[in-house]
């Protein structure tokens, strides 16, 4: 366990300090037993315990999603030299700005086309994937697993789910990295405007696959998307993009992330990573305890439609609360010995890292957990791994985090899994 930082030292949440940003758990430890409600700046909260982040994050009627009810909202478009108003739309139509009914309205559509049998479909694929970028890894001897192994696999998931052919998958994974630099909240103008011309791209691109798919229906996702009807209703055009944008952002940065901080999370915990190479049945609780351990995604956002109270602190209408899911899933009041790595874990608490207390068909999907899975285990039976540099540099977008360490495998006699 590291020391908690000095306590005669201001108490200060700040996740872009270097040495934070290098390890932010014990600074969370420390606010978690300092100050669990903290106000990081004024009309900014930000919740460390377990309980009161699940609190917040299932009350889904006495907290919103939706950034245009923050006080903060106009203050942000300002800061960004845009047009009051011009970020509506594009909130509006997304699931991860959306409360209920609407919110509600566009889960049971997506739910109609996003089953377990299509799930299941994926399965063998992603395996296949898996194989494929392993089998070259053993031919070439070595492995970088961010680049190698933890970014083309979702991608190429993703990508082959929606229906988009192979030759414009590269595409995609440029739109997706500039995509994602959105969800964080200090961007700048420079990089919203790229994320723009990304959500721009990508719009038209599947703006054309739409109708293509309207007049050729095939097997995939998108045509099932098309097709889902709930209650005589349909998604319109702009929800349909919408949801296949959210649907490459949100599978694929964080499976990168999964793969990428739980492959150096087993490194540097060799003794559990020895007893998944030996039990292979473990690798689910595995991920799950992966999750737990350190979340792809470290924080998410609300805000109190009224005056609340959170820990003894009064919270005002409009405030913003930073719930930080990486700090809950190391709450020694919810998980025992929390910063110790055990895939036989077996709480009956489960992380906050996927769905922020609010069901939705693209947050802990079994797709992301399986080829995550897939990914892991498939890494940790090869021979002579080790992490690049003297412990890795960890990239932060706000509300998805990863590390960029490059993980070197080699395996020990030529074939995967010798």
Known sequence: ME???????????????????????????RLREEDPVHEAFPGVWVLTRYADVQAVLRDGGGFSSDERNSALFDVFQQSMDLEPGSLDASAARSMLFLDPPDHTRLRALVNKAFTARVVEGLRPRAQAIVDLLLGEAV???????VAELAYPLPITVIC???????????????????LVLSLD?????????????ATEGLADYFRGLVSERRANPGKDLLTALIAAEDEGQRLTEDELLSMCILLLVAGHETTVNLISNGMLALLRNREQLAR????????????????????????TGRIPLQDVEVGGKRILKGQEVVALT???NRDPAQFPAPDRLSE????????TSWNGGRPSPFA??????????SAVHGTARLRRQRAAGPGGRRRDVGDVRSRTTCCRSGPRTGRRGA
């Open 185 to 197: 909240p200090m961007m700048s103008p420079e990089i919203a405007a790229k994320a723009n011309r």
């Open 344 to 351: 036989c874990r077996g709480s009956s608490s489960p992380p």
């Open 160 to 178: 082959e789910m929606l229906g988009v052919p192979s030759a414009d998958h590269s595409r995609f994974r440029e739109w997706s990295a500039d």
């Open 3 to 29: 020391p908690v930082p000095s306590h005669g030292e201001p108490l200060q949440f700040n996740p872009y300090i270097p040495e934070v940003h290098a390890d932010p758990y014990p600074l969370y430890r």
């Open 364 to 373: 802990g999907r079994p797709d992301c957990r399986s080829s995550s899975g």
């Open 326 to 328: 990486g700090a809950a």
């Open 139 to 145: 031919e070439r001897g070595s492995m970088d697993v």
């Open 276 to 299: 998944l190479r030996g039990d292979p049945s473990l690798i689910r609780t595995a991920v799950e305890e992966l999750l737990r351990y350190d979340s792809p995604v470290q924080l």
